[in-house]
């Protein structure tokens, strides 16, 4: 009897080191495995979806970010599009003129200087109008005075510039 439960007692034994012990160990080591792709998973989902979104704002903002043309081509275009929005807001020009040019990180500053009269009102028109292009153009420095002492119509001069997103 001590002779068969020492015999079943070393199978149970043997089955456990043999066969069980190692299956569990594999079992443990293919579960770590599983853990480890899915935290790698997740993290490339992460990535992901921050690129769709990264991609979506590069669409958005596409319409700014423009080839830079030579310097004499943006300036020509910065002059045309502050004489067109002087016109729209009924702006006298007195002179317009290219100032400078200016590199940056990744982008490139073209500076205009012009000098306008009208009333207060379509000076404040023109200003906003300005600010508010889509071409990302942005008022500088400005001075406001009156043309003379008992005038409603206000003399300006301001310097403009034009940023260019360099791709």
């Known amino acids: 009897m001590i002779l068969y439960g020492t015999a079943a007692v070393l199978g149970v034994v043997l089955v456990d080191r043999l066969v069980l012990g190692p299956i569990g160990g594999k079992l443990a080591s293919l579960s770590a495995a599983i853990g480890e792709e899915e935290a790698a998973i997740r993290q490339s989902l992460h990535v992901l979806v921050q690129k769709n979104r990264?991609?979506?704002e590069g669409k958005e903002f596409a319409g700014y970010s423009v080839e830079a043309k030579n310097p004499e081509e943006e300036m020509t275009t910065l002059l045309r599009e502050l004489e067109s929005t002087a016109e729209q807001s009924s702006v006298s020009l007195i002179y317009v003129k290219?100032?400078?040019t200016k590199e940056e990180k990744g982008t490139r500053k073209y500076l205009a200087s012009l000098e306008?009269?009208?009333?207060m009102e379509q000076v404040a028109g023109f200003f906003h109008a300005i600010e508010s292009s889509p071409r990302l153009l942005k008022i500088e420095?400005?001075?406001i005075v009156p043309k003379s002492r008992d005038s409603s119509i206000a003399r300006c001069s301001l310097t403009v510039s034009?940023?260019?997103?360099?791709r």
């Open 54 to 56: 990264i991609l979506a």
């Open 98 to 100: 290219p100032a400078s």
């Open 116 to 119: 306008c009269e009208a009333q």
């Open 141 to 143: 420095r400005f001075q």
């Open 162 to 166: 034009k940023t260019v997103v360099v």
